[in-house]
C-alpha cells in the first residue's frame, strides 16, 4: 500500500502523523510511504531521518493526497485538505465530528474510508488512540503547575518538594483516570503531598493497591472538594464523564477559600472546563488570574511537549496502521472488532451512532458496511 503522510497545517500543531521509525517498520513489510518535506521537523524528524528509513519525500500536500491509497495524520483534516481526498482513499487520524458538520459533510461528500483515532476501542473498554494524549497531559499538568506556583509567574512561590524543615506543596488531583494517575504520579515523584479524588469505588480501590505508598485516594463528594482545597498550593482538574461537558466541580465563590496565589490547573478545559473560572488558553499566553487564584487551561496540552506526543502517538497508532495498510481497512476491521470501533464514514455513509444522533444524519451500521 502507499501510505502518505502531510505536515499538519492547523495552526500551533507541531506533531506529525508518522515517525521515521514507524515509516521504516511500514516499508520493512513492503509498502511504500510519503512523507511531505519537513512534516517532521516540529517534532525534531528531519527529511533525512525519513529517508534512512526508506520513505520518499516530496514537496507539496498535493502529491502526497495524489498519491497514497492512505494518509496517516494527527489533526482531523482541514477544508483544503479535505478538498484532496477521493473515493476509495483511507483517512486514519483524529477526527472529532460530532461537533463538526462542516467536516463530516466534507469527508461524506469525498467518498473516502475515514477510521478515527479517538474512537478506536480496546478490550479494556478505553480509548488505547486518546490514552497516549491523556498520559502526556496528565504528566505535563504538575510540571506546568509547579512552574505557575513561582512566585513570579503569579504563584504562592511554594516548592513542590519542599526543603529539609519545610514542607512539601499540597497538591489535589480531582479525578483518577488516565491523565488524574500520571498527574499525581509525577506530582508525587516531585515531592508533593498529593491527594486523588474519584467517584469511582473500583478505580479508588485499584490507586490505592498500586499507589497507596505514594499518594493518598478519598472519594469525591463536593464537601471532600471543599475542605481539600482550602489547604491545597495546586490543584489539578482531570475529570472526564464520557460523551458530557466536564462537571463544575469548584465554583467562583470558593476561590475565595484557597490560599492567595494557589494553582489551578483544569486539564478538562477541552471538555469545557471543571472549575467554574476556567476559560481556554493557548501555550503563547497559557495563565491568567482570578480572585487571586492562578489558572492553566490550555486545551491542547500535548502540543507543548511535540516530540514526546508525536512518538507516544506513533507508538499506539502503529499497529493498527501496520494491520490496515497489510490487509485492506476492510479485513482489517473484519478481523478487529476495536478498529472497527473506529470506521467513522465509509463510501458517503456515516458509521459512527454517536456522530449521527448529534448532528441529526442517518447512520449504517459498522458491521453491515464490513460484512457487505
Ligand atoms: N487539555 C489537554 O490537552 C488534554 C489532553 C488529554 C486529555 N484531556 C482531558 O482530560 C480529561 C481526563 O481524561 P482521562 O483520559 O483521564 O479520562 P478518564 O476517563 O481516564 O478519567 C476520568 C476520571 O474522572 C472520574 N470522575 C468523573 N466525575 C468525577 C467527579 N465528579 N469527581 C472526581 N472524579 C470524577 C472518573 O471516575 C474517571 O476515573 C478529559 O476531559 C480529557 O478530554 C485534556
Not at 478538562?268 to 488570574?289: L, M, N, R, V
Request: glycine share 12%; with cysteine; charged share 20%.
Amino acid at each position: 500500500m502507499k501510505i502518505g503522510c502531510p505536515k499538519e497545517i492547523k495552526p500551533q500543531e507541531f506533531r506529525v502523523g508518522m515517525t521515521p521509525n514507524a515509516a521504516q517498520e511500514a516499508v520493512a513489510r513492503g509498502h511504500e510511504v510519503i512523507i511531505e518535506t519537513n512534516a517532521g521537523m516540529g517534532s525534531g524528524f528531519d527529511n533525512d531521518s525519513y529517508v534512512a528509513a526508506g520513505a520518499r519525500i516530496v514537496d507539496t500536500a498535493e502529491e502526497v493526497f495524489a498519491t497514497a491509497d492512505m494518509i496517516v495524520k494527527v489533526k482531523e483534516p482541514q477544508a483544503v485538505e479535505r478538498k484532496m481526498l477521493r473515493e476509495g482513499q483511507l483517512l486514519f487520524t483524529y477526527l472529532h465530528l460530532a461537533p463538526d458538520p462542516d467536516q463530516t459533510h466534507d469527508l461524506l461528500a469525498s467518498g473516502c474510508t475515514a477510521i478515527a483515532y479517538e474512537t478506536v476501542t480496546d478490550r479494556n473498554g478505553g480509548l488505547p488512540l486518546l490514552a497516549p494524549m491523556s498520559e502526556v497531559a496528565g504528566r505535563l499538568a504538575p510540571q506546568v503547575g509547579s512552574w505557575t506556583l513561582q512566585k513570579a509567574n503569579g504563584g504562592r512561590g511554594v516548592l513542590m518538594g519542599g526543603v529539609p524543615g519545610v514542607g512539601p506543596a499540597k497538591v489535589i488531583v480531582i479525578g483518577g483516570g488516565v491523565v488524574g494517575t500520571h498527574a499525581a504520579k509525577i506530582a508525587a515523584g516531585m515531592g508533593a503531598d498529593v491527594t486523588v479524588l474519584d467517584r469511582s469505588l473500583p478505580r479508588l480501590r485499584y490507586l490505592d493497591d498500586v499507589f497507596g505508598g505514594t499518594f493518598k485516594s478519598q472519594y469525591s463528594t463536593a464537601g471532600a472538594t471543599a475542605e481539600l482545597i482550602q489547604e491545597a498550593d495546586m490543584v489539578i482538574g482531570a475529570v472526564l464523564i464520557p460523551g458530557a461537558a466536564a462537571p463544575k466541580l469548584i465554583s467562583r465563590a470558593q476561590l475565595s477559600t484557597m490560599k492567595p496565589g494557589a494553582v489551578l490547573v483544569d486539564v478538562a478545559i477541552d471538555q469545557g472546563g471543571c472549575f467554574e473560572t476556567s476559560k481556554a488558553t493557548t501555550h503563547a499566553d497559557p495563565i491568567y488570574e482570578v480572585d487571586g487564584v492562578m489558572h492553566y487551561c490550555v486545551a491542547n496540552m500535548p502540543g507543548a511537549v511535540a516530540r514526546t506526543s508525536t512518538i507516544a502517538l506513533g507508538n499506539a497508532t502503529m499497529p493498527f496502521l501496520l494491520a490496515l495498510a497489510g490487509k485492506g481497512w476492510k479485513k482489517a476491521c473484519q478481523d478487529d472488532p476495536h478498529l472497527l470501533a473506529g470506521l467513522n464514514v465509509h463510501a458517503g455513509q456515516l458509521t459512527y451512532e454517536a456522530v449521527g444522533t448529534a448532528l441529526g444524519l442517518d447512520v449504517v451500521s459498522p458491521e453491515a458496511i464490513v460484512n457487505a
